[in-house]
C-alpha cells in the first residue's frame, strides 16, 4: 500500500538485508491468507475499541471483498503494497469514506498493469472529477499490528513491522504546514502536497493478533 498505504513505505525503517523483487503482479501474485487468518489479523490494526465492530474486507481472486459487515462505521483490511506485504490498517469513518477507495483503485490499476506514473494521472484525474472524493475533516487510519510485513519500496528490503503508527489524513498538508523544518524517522508528513498526504504519528505500543 502506498501509504498508499502506498502506503507508509517512506518512513520504513530497513531492519533486514533480505531482498525482494519489486514488481507489477496480478493480484493472485500477492500473499494469501486463510480468510479467518486474514480478517484476525485485519483487526490488529487498531485497539479493540476501533476494530472489532468494524467492517472487514478480504482479499479474493477479483480483488477486495467484503468479509464482515461493521457496526461502528469504521473499515479494516490487510493491505498489501508489494507482492509479500502484509500491512493491516483500520479507517475511521471518514477515511474508510474516502481514503479506503483511493487505496482500492491503487491496488487495482496497479495489478492491472499500469505502471506508476499512469497510477498517478488516473488517480489524479478521478480526483479531479470527484469521483474519488477527499476527506472533508482530518481523516485517521491506524497501522498497529505487530504482524506488519512491509518492505521498502525502492530497494525492495524487509522491514519487518517496523513502528506501530497512526495516520492522519489532511489533503495537501506539507512538513511546513505542522511547523516541521525536516522530517524524522518518527515524525512526518508523507505524500506531501498531494491530496492524499497524511501525517505519521509512531505510538508506543503494538497491537497483537488475538489468539484464534
Known amino acids: 500500500m502506498r ?40 483487526r490488529s490494526a487498531a ?11 478480504v482479499l479474493r481472486d477479483n480483488g477486495y471483498e467484503i468479509a464482515i ?3 461502528n462505521e ?13 500491512e493491516p490498517v483500520c479507517y475511521d469513518a471518514e477515511a474508510a469514506a474516502t ?6 483503485r491503487y491496488f ?9 506514473e499512469e497510477r498517478e494521472r488516473i488517480l489524479a484525474e478521478l480526483i479531479g472529477s470527484g469521483e474519488l472524493p477527499m476527506p472533508k475533516r482530518p481523516a485517521m487510519s491506524y497501522m498497529m499490528s505487530s504482524a506488519q510485513r512491509l518492505y521498502d519500496s525502492e530497494s525492495g528490503r524487509s522491514a519487518g513491522n517496523w513502528k506501530p503508527h497512526l495516520m492522519l489524513y489532511i489533503p495537501y498538508l506539507t ?38
Open 3 to 42: 501509504l498508499l498505504l502506498g502506503t507508509f513505505t517512506t518512513v520504513l525503517v530497513i531492519a533486514s538485508v533480505d531482498l525482494v523483487k519489486a514488481q507489477e503482479a496480478n493480484s493472485t501474485d500477492y500473499v494469501r491468507l486463510d480468510e479467518n487468518e486474514e480478517i484476525r489479523l485485519a
Open 47 to 57: 485497539p479493540d475499541v476501533v476494530s472489532a465492530e468494524a467492517a472487514i474486507w
Open 69 to 71: 459487515q461493521g457496526t
Open 74 to 86: 469504521n473499515e479494516c483490511f490487510v493491505a498489501r503494497s508489494m507482492p509479500m506485504s502484509l
Open 99 to 104: 481514503i479506503l477507495p483511493w487505496e482500492f
Open 108 to 116: 487495482e490499476l496497479r495489478t492491472g498493469g499500469k505502471s506508476s
Open 175 to 212: 512538513d511546513k504546514d505542522m511547523g516541521l523544518m525536516e522530517s524524522t524517522p518518527t515524525l512526518q508528513v508523507a505524500r506531501s502536497g498531494t491530496p492524499v498526504a497524511y501525517l505519521v504519528i509512531v505510538v508506543p505500543e503494538f497491537v497483537d493478533p488475538k489468539p484464534e
